[in-house]
């Protein structure tokens, strides 16, 4: 019969080495994997399995020349999210109806409505649609549009101005990453700041 030469304990010190490997490893991973920004962490959410409702904007492009004063800011500093909705010389049914949607968002999202701000940039709206507008929602942001300078800045996207109903997700930074169009309802915006709401909380 042959002895075994094994020393004793060292079938543990292998399984702790192995240990430490998975451990540093798993470390090591998760800081490569780590998305930098919206863009970057949607992407990774599509690779996981985990998609957002909404369609992702590439590249991603930064709306604060575009947003009104209060909202021009790309500190960070209350980690707001903002919801841009346009409507660029009309609001026809569609446009209202997503109007109505992200007001149903912004309350059934209770506390947390105080970190999601909606916009509406406008020109040429009549004035008594106007009136109506800013009746049924009292928190919109009301502001001007400047339709040549959004044309520019979403030339290069994948959320080219194409004349339909849509409203964008900017996230706190400023930088739009989601759009929405007529074929998505409420439920999907609150799906997807739900998720971004969970993972970034507010300072």
Do not use: F
Not at 133 to 146: H, K, M, Q, T
Not at 151 to 162: F, K, N, V
Not at 175 to 196: I, T
């Amino acid at each position: 019969m042959t002895q075994s030469n094994k020393a004793p304990g060292s079938g543990m010190k292998i399984q702790i080495i192995i240990m430490l490997v998975m451990v540093v490893g798993a470390t090591v991973l998760g800081t490569v994997m780590l998305p930098k920004n919206e863009a970057e962490r949607a992407e990774l959410m599509a690779l996981l399995g985990t998609t957002n409702m909404g369609r992702l904007i590439s590249p991603t492009v930064n709306w604060v020349p575009l947003l009104p004063a209060g909202e021009n800011t790309s500190d960070d500093i209350d980690g707001h999210y903002r919801v841009v909705l346009v409507a660029d010389g009309q609001c026809d049914a569609g446009c209202q109806e997503m109007l109505a949607a992200t007001r149903a968002v912004e309350v059934r999202l209770g506390r947390d409505s105080r970190r999601v701000d909606r916009i509406l940039l406008q020109t040429g709206l009549e004035p008594a649609l106007l009136a109506d507008i800013e009746r049924a929602n009292p928190d919109l942001v009301v502001a001007s549009l400047d339709s040549a300078a959004l044309e520019t800045l979403l030339a290069p996207t994948t959320a080219q101005i194409t004349g339909a109903n849509r409203y964008y997700l900017l996230n706190p930074v400023g930088d739009a990453v989601l759009y929405y169009d007529e074929q998505n309802s409420g439920s999907d915006l609150l799906e997807d700041l739900k998720h971004l709401l969970k993972y970034s909380p507010s300072r």
